[in-house]
């Protein structure tokens, strides 16, 4: 087996697993109960799925074309640092604007820690309107 095939081999697993990864993501957006639980499954699973999929694509223009893209490399390296993180706003701005968790979530973690921070910013709240004097209406 020379080295260009085991190198297509390669490629085309990398891909098959990119695609099953992403079709398992479209899967979990469809099936799943809630906000949170389908973009745990979107971000995760997708991402790995395009990575897969874009370093199989990098591999082949690297070693069998010749061709080393630096588009491919940000690529990788933009999913890889922003899909997580998009996630993980979106589903904390779900939860500070009230979206409800699916009836049979076994707990809620953040309850506690957020509960925290809104009296805390509560309570600066109230400690800056007493410092702040009253401005007294003048009318003449």
Do not use: W
């Amino acid at each position: 087996m020379s080295a260009s095939v085991m190198i297509e081999v390669i490629v085309a697993i990398l891909l098959i697993v990119g695609v099953v990864m992403i079709l398992i993501s479209a899967f979990g957006l469809v099936r799943l109960p809630d906000v949170y639980t389908r973009s745990h499954g979107a971000t995760k699973s997708a991402t790995l799925g395009v990575l897969c999929t874009l370093t199989g694509v990098f591999i082949h223009f690297g070693l069998i074309e010749g061709f080393f893209s630096v588009r491919l490399l940000l690529g990788i390296v933009f999913v890889f640092l922003t899909a997580p993180v998009v996630g993980h706003v979106c589903c904390r701005a779900a939860y500070r604007s009230g979206v409800p968790l699916y009836e049979e979530s076994a707990q809620d973690d953040l309850e506690e820690v957020l509960g925290n921070v809104e009296e805390r910013q509560r309570q600066r709240e109230e400690q800056m309107n007493i410092r702040r004097p009253k401005k007294e209406n003048v009318s003449e």
